[in-house]
């Protein structure tokens, strides 16, 4: 059974990057948003969340707080790219 892997991306482009990197190795789910990646992490265990920081939706204060948020949701690590 493969890991699973989160990649938080609003880039529409940008996540498949990212899959076509991991795909092979982990089981990968795409969001758009901060309150749909917490909507996932609650429902699926994840070993990784890929972060964009630099979502268009949030102001960085509030991106911050995000990221806490997720990190309070998830026993796996939290990248920040």
């Not at 482009?13 to 990212?18: F, G, S």
């Not at 997720?70 to 790219?81: D, E, K, Q």
């Amino acid at each position: 059974m493969k890991e699973s892997v989160l990649i938080l991306e609003d880039n529409q482009n940008d996540p498949d990057i990212v899959l076509n990197i991991l795909k092979e190795e982990y089981e990968c789910d795409t969001v758009r948003t901060y309150n749909d990646a917490i909507k996932h992490i609650k429902q699926k265990s994840y070993s990784a969340i890929i972060v964009d920081f630099y979502l268009e939706s949030n102001v960085d204060s509030e991106a911050l707080k995000s990221l806490e948020h997720l990190r309070t949701h998830t026993n796996g690590s939290v990248f920040i790219v």
